[in-house]
C-alpha cells in the first residue's frame, strides 16, 4: 500500500536564521537570506533553532509576498515535517485506502464544530479529527505544543458523535519518525490531556501513526503505541 503524498515540487536547501512572528521567519539560502512563510502556527521551539537545517518549498504564486514556504526542519538526523496541511492531506489517501468501498468528506460538521473527516461505509457512520504531532522528547510524540482551546472542543464534540450513535476516532499523525510511542503533552495542556483520556472512556478511537518524511513530502507509515 503506497501511501506518500508528495507536496512540494521546488524545495531548497537554508538554514534556519529567526522567527518574528507566528507566521513570517528569515533562513539564509545559497544566494542569501530569504524571508519565508512558516505553515505551522505552534510553537516549534525545540525545532526552529538558530542554525537548524531547514526545507523551503518554493511557492507557484509569484503575486505571493513570500516566495517560499518553511515546510520541514531536521532535528539531527530526523527529517520533522512543521507544515500544518500535510497530516490531513496525508489522512486523507490514508483513508481512502483503509476504506476503498467508503464515502469519505472532507470538513464535516457536526454540532457547532467542523471534523477533518466523515467515513460511511454501509451502517457504519464514523467522523474523524486529525491533528497534526511535531514535538518529540528521546523518542516520545507529544501533542499539543502549545495549549489548544481548539482541539479540547473537537474530543467533546468526538465523544457527542460517540452518545449519538456514530463512531469517532482522533488520529494523530505524527510527522517523523521512528518515535516508540505517543502521549498528550500533560506540562503545556493538562485540559487536552484529560479530555482525550475521557474521550476514549467514551468510547473514541485513539489512533497515532508516524510518517515517512522526504523533502518532497511524506505518507503514513505505521502504527505508535498510545500511552495515555
Not at 527529517?79 to 472532507?106: E, H, T, Y
Not at 454540532?111 to 523518542?139: N, P
Amino acid at each position: 500500500m503506497n501511501m506518500f503524498c508528495k507536496l512540494y515540487d521546488e524545495v531548497v536547501h537554508a538554514s534556519f536564521v529567526a522567527r518574528s512572528n507566528r507566521f513570517i521567519a528569515t533562513a539564509q539560502a545559497e544566494g542569501g537570506e530569504v524571508i519565508c512563510h512558516v505553515k505551522n502556527t505552534g510553537r516549534l521551539k525545540e525545532l526552529l533553532l538558530p542554525g537548524a537545517q531547514v526545507i523551503l518549498s518554493k511557492s507557484q504564486n509569484p503575486a505571493r509576498k513570500t516566495a517560499y514556504d518553511l515546510v520541514a526542519v531536521y532535528k539531527g538526523d530526523m527529517l520533522v515535517n512543521i507544515d500544518s496541511q500535510a497530516p490531513n492531506r496525508a489522512a486523507g489517501l490514508f483513508l481512502q485506502q483503509m476504506f476503498p468501498s467508503a464515502k469519505v468528506r472532507m470538513e464535516v460538521s457536526f454540532g457547532d464544530s467542523r471534523l477533518d473527516f466523515h467515513v460511511q461505509q454501509a451502517d457504519t457512520s464514523l467522523f474523524i479529527e486529525v491533528k497534526g504531532c511535531t514535538q518529540e522528547e528521546g523518542e516520545l510524540a507529544m501533542f499539543p505544543d502549545a495549549p489548544t482551546l481548539r482541539g479540547v472542543k473537537h474530543l467533546h464534540t468526538l465523544m457527542s458523535c460517540i452518545e449519538s450513535g456514530h463512531q469517532a476516532m482522533v488520529l494523530f499523525v505524527v510527522q517523523m519518525r521512528p518515535v516508540r510511542a505517543f502521549s498528550p503533552n500533560d506540562a503545556i495542556h493538562a485540559a487536552f490531556g484529560q479530555a482525550l483520556r475521557a474521550a476514549k472512556a467514551a468510547g473514541v478511537q485513539v489512533l497515532a501513526y508516524d510518517c515517512l518524511v522526504t523533502e518532497q513530502g511524506m505518507g503514513i507509515h505505521q502504527p505508535v503505541q498510545i500511552m495515555l
